[in-house]
């Protein structure tokens, strides 16, 4: 299951949470660790260079595109290489709304898109879609493919 899929700004404040199957008094717990797993980890990293850590049962993939630190948190069959795999999607998919690398205000502009992209990549902790093209059809509200 996909645990968390979190954006911050490289100062640390959170720009869009999404926790699936994590109760509410832990989920702090998380926002913290990740925004300091970050803060260590992510200066002077390339953009959408991958990073990974494990934390207690779980595995998470982190990296920055443009301005925004993105990170990915899940646990059973959602290991290293799957979570990569949703990563690229999310990434994808930011870039195709943003037109580019994003900066902070470029993100923040087009944030109700990106959280439906978000929504169409991962359902419920489970991957849903990757394909840009899919995806970018299923937020416009059309049907997926053509009749």
Not at 13 to 26: K, M, S, T
Not at 29 to 37: A, G
Not at 113 to 132: A, F, M, P, S
Request: glycine share 6%.
């Amino acid at each position: 299951m996909i645990l968390a899929v979190l954006f911050a700004n490289s100062e640390g404040n959170i720009l869009i949470e999404r926790f699936h199957g994590v109760p509410a008094e832990e989920r702090l717990h998380w926002r913290s660790f990740l925004v300091k797993l970050g803060a260590e980890n992510l200066k002077g990293a390339k953009n959408e260079e991958l990073l990974v850590a494990s934390h207690k049962s779980v595995s998470i993939v982190y990296t920055v595109i443009g301005d925004v630190c993105l990170y990915i948190v899940g646990k059973d069959e959602y290991d290293e290489l799957a979570l990569s795999e949703v990563i690229f999607a999310v990434t994808s998919a930011v870039k195709d709304v943003c037109g580019k690398p994003p900066t902070e205000r470029l993100f923040l502009d087009k944030y109700g898109r990106i959280c439906l992209c978000l929504d169409e990549i991962v359902w419920q902790g489970l991957l849903e879609n990757t394909e840009k093209d899919r995806v970018r059809r299923l937020i416009r509200l059309k049907p997926p493919v053509e009749p």
